[in-house]
């Protein structure tokens, strides 16, 4: 767990970073992906279930959902 202190804000900062030559779409799906990991690992962590598990499945949805909503703001 030592890891993820640094590794966290690195991420997060290397994600805003990367997203300035992205469409729209593209902004939407990564923007969704990793809110839905991150709610997803939350709420895993809250009832007892993996984390992991929880932040797959978040961000999988969360990367859809961002994907359309991407793609209308288009």
Do not use: D, E, F
Request: glycine share 22%; aromatic share 2%.
């Amino acid at each position: 767990m030592k890891h993820s202190a640094w590794m966290m804000p690195v991420a997060a900062a290397a994600m805003l970073l990367g997203c300035t030559n992205m469409t729209p779409q593209q902004q939407g799906t990564v923007s969704g992906a990793a809110l839905g990991a991150a709610a997803g690992a939350g709420i895993a962590a809250i009832a007892g279930g993996s984390g992991w598990t929880g932040a797959a499945v978040g961000a999988v949805a969360g990367g859809v959902a961002g994907n359309i909503k991407g793609g209308r703001q288009q």
